[in-house]
């Protein structure tokens, strides 16, 4: 039984009766076969339940109340009980440097070590941080009071000499050079005195607060350690947040120790543990066996199970992400806007959303997440309706005729490709890729799924362009804002620097993108956004498939936890207290 945090009454609970079929066991397992997918496309079985399940959760981003903790976990030095959270998740970080780990699996660990110089709350609205206030001296000029009196953990002090050195390291296209793409117009800092720092931008910029919000790009790290550490910087992280590292057991879980000389409201918990459980199916067993406190991003299957559970919280609200199927444009015949057109045609989102999902996503309705400052609904359901017969004939246009087999050829060529996908990074993702990989069938394209772990998953994409077609992923805007919506379309980023994977490049749209980029008029920005992203229906990237619901299932002895929208922020735990179980 599943129940709110924060609800009227802890009474309200969810109960549903499941009454799932062998098709339904054989979706959420991953084994889809062509025929089952489309048998069950057309019911429509399964999808009741869940629907019901998430339905009666509600969204939410409420706390929960409840009795006070008495705490749990092992004894403290005066011997009373420490308070220790513990997450269950999918992958071991690459690193504790935020100016190299820039993904929301990573940032889950150390986005409780480290400080911006201003914050994104939970209702995606900026709030000071290491910075009391700002002012815009010019266009191009942003002037940062600091705090005074805080310090790195390592007791190196907290200054505009430190930001400096951030914001130039961030910036710095060789070393680390893993987010210089994501710095947007942001040119340097400039020290004013030991308290006040200048930040430039390249040009206008009315995205640089909610720039500097962002702790995968701008993170203050300890000057002395990194440069203590060096390249090894990762394995020891420095920051001023109200947690530090611990421990590192690679591959098995990252251990977080309350910051005693925080400088902000002190953290209620004593420690964090991030477990890596790879497997999805054995972190709900550590969940059912609260071996684990919160699980990350339950899946549709977890969902049902989770569904039957006694005393499982739920915290929902609507996401910022947009997941996708894009077309590499360096890997024929993606180079070729007309296949990529029909396509479009291919792919029925909802039906993904209704049945492979259970309801856990809406089909998305353009090309960045509705809830992004500069979204327009394009209204993809009709541009882009699900129309096989359209997509065979627009193929056939383009040259396309059918094989032997029913696999289209051109030139004695067959159309076949591989297709990338890292399951487990959001929920549903393999199943999804799954099904997109039934409905490309349907219309004569046949696409070969190769799985990959997550971080060898980045690096191929990042280094083999030529040994993919195809892959799904999901953007996430993590500043809610335009500019970081559409960056990966943005022809200046491609790899090995940038994130614009596609290897797309379209004028009209750089044109209307950048425009944005400077406008400082909010309506004048929108509608160059917006012309950007018709330019993106013209000449797609990629499809656009859905956008999910942030989810964490807790335990009912949690207390006081709110979701955010920003996944890389949904392990931020300030007021969170663990009672007794």
């Not at 100016?99 to 889950?108: E, I």
């Not at 509705?370 to 065979?392: H, I, M, Q, W």
Request: charge should be neutral; glycine fraction near 8%.
């Amino acid at each position: 039984m599943l129940a709110e945090p924060g609800s009227a009454s802890p009474s309200v609970m969810l109960e549903v009766r499941l009454g799932l079929d062998p098709l339904r066991n054989d979706v959420v397992t991953g084994q889809l076969t062509r025929r089952r997918f489309l048998r069950w496309t057309a019911l429509g079985a399964g999808s009741a339940a869940l629907g019901a399940a998430l339905a009666a959760c509600g969204a939410t981003g409420a706390t929960p109340t409840g009795a006070s903790a008495t705490g749990t976990g092992t004894k403290g030095a005066a011997g009373t009980a420490v308070q220790t959270l513990t997450f269950g998740v999918p992958v071991d970080p690459q690193t504790l440097d935020p100016h190299l780990g820039t993904d929301a699996t990573v940032a889950w660990d150390y986005v409780n070590i480290y400080d911006t110089l201003v914050n994104l709350d939970a209702s995606v609205k900026l709030q000071p941080s290491l910075a009391t206030s700002w002012k815009q001296v010019d266009s191009t000029t942003w002037r940062f009071a600091l705090r005074s009196g805080i310090k790195f953990t390592d007791g190196t002090p907290f200054d505009a000499d430190a930001v400096v050195f951030n914001v130039e390291r961030a910036l710095n296209p060789k070393d680390p050079g893993r987010v210089v793409s994501s710095g947007g117009p942001i040119a340097g800092a400039k020290k004013v005195d030991a308290q006040t720092v200048d930040i430039m931008t390249k040009g206008p910029d009315p995205s640089t607060l909610y720039g500097l919000s962002l702790k995968v790009v701008y993170a203050m790290c300890s000057p002395a350690a990194v440069q203590k550490y060096g390249k090894d910087y990762g394995q020891h992280p420095v920051g001023t947040g109200p947690f530090m590292l611990q421990s590192w057991q690679p591959n098995a879980q990252v251990v977080l120790t309350k910051n005693p000389g925080y400088w902000g409201s002190a953290p209620t918990l004593d420690k964090l543990v991030f477990k890596v459980i790879p497997d999805a199916g054995d972190r709900l067993l550590a969940f059912q066996n609260k071996e684990i406190d919160i699980l990350l991003e339950p899946t549709p299957s977890q969902m049902l199970s989770l569904a039957k559970m006694s005393n499982v919280q739920i915290a929902k609200t609507p996401g910022i992400g947009l997941s996708y199927l894009a077309y590499n444009l360096r890997y024929p015949p993606f180079d070729d806007v007309r296949v990529r057109l029909a396509l479009e045609h291919a792919i029925d989102a909802k039906a993904i959303c209704s049945t492979v999902l259970g309801n856990l996503a809406v089909p998305a309705t353009g090309f960045m997440n509705s809830n992004v400052f500069g979204y327009k609904d394009e209204n993809l359901a009709t541009v882009y309706d699900y129309n096989p017969s359209k997509a065979r004939a627009l193929l056939q246009q383009a040259g396309w005729t059918p094989g032997s087999d029913g696999t289209l050829t051109k030139g004695g060529q067959p159309f076949t490709f591989p297709l990338v996908v890292s399951p487990g990074r959001v929920p549903g993702d393999k199943d999804a890729t799954v099904a997109c990989q039934q409905q490309l069938a349907q219309v004569g394209v046949k696409a070969q799924i190769v799985q990959m772990e997550w971080a060898p998953f980045l690096t191929f994409l990042k280094t083999q362009p030529s040994k993919y077609g195809m892959f799904f992923l999901t953007w996430f805007a993590v500043d809610a804002d335009g500019d970081f919506g559409l960056t990966p379309f943005d022809s200046t980023q491609m790899p090995p620097v940038g994130i614009n994977r596609m290897y797309y490049s379209d004028a009209t749209f750089q044109k209307a993108f950048e425009a944005g980029n400077v406008e400082l008029d909010p309506t004048k920005r929108a509608a160059d956004y917006a012309a950007a992203q018709d330019a993106l229906v013209k000449n797609p990237p990629w499809i656009p498939l859905f956008q999910l619901y942030q989810i964490s299932a807790l335990q009912s002895y949690v207390h006081g936890y709110q979701i955010t929208p920003i996944e890389y922020y949904v392990t931020e735990v300030p007021g969170v207290t663990v009672g007794a179980h």
